[in-house]
């Protein structure tokens, strides 16, 4: 796989186009670390957004508490059993306040003629709640495939992998857009070709090096020019 130079990359032709949605369609990620940061706080848990951001970026809701109580331990307080519930509740009325697309999405979409599809580590009921919210549903629905469906959440690939077979899509004619590190090695460990967006506002200088050393084909940092990548 040849190492992403910059936005200007050629992109090989392909027949799927697979969309990570948070960070990538919609401009979320800083939203839901501040609301899961000042959730968890309430818990006594002190971990920072930009600590969430650091460590769990592209990373489900399960995996992340399943890593917390493993590196954390004992120092935990008790977790209450409806953690993840609340932890969804209190990112949807952040999204319902604050929520944005990233800028320049919709005129992409509504120029794409060919299938494509949503591959998310976010709950189902996460992402028809966000893409509702920012009008970009109609673009996918009913394509719209979660990490709850598959035993294992990116890094590894097998959201990528059954997004490929429900679309009925070969894994090396797919064409990915992820935001995150995990995301881009789930992709890449599926066969699949990706482009790297760093156009979100959490992404910081370094983030375009992190997604090149991940294995990208190609680097976006403004929406408005993927059409031109595709």
Known sequence: MARARGHEDEVRPHSLLIFDCDGVLIDSEMIAC????????ALGIGITADELLDRYLGIGLATMLADMEARLGATLPPLPADLADTLRQAVAVAFDAELRPMPGIHSVLRALTGPRCVASGSAPERLRHSLGLTGLLPHFDPHIFSAT???????????FLFAAQRMQAAPDACLVIEDSVAGVQAAVAAGMRVIGFTGGSHCRPDHADRLRAAGVSALCGDMRALGALL
């Open 34 to 41: 501040r609301a899961e940061a000042a959730c968890l706080a």
């Open 149 to 159: 469906q598959v035993a294992r959440g990116k890094p590894a690939p097998d959201l």
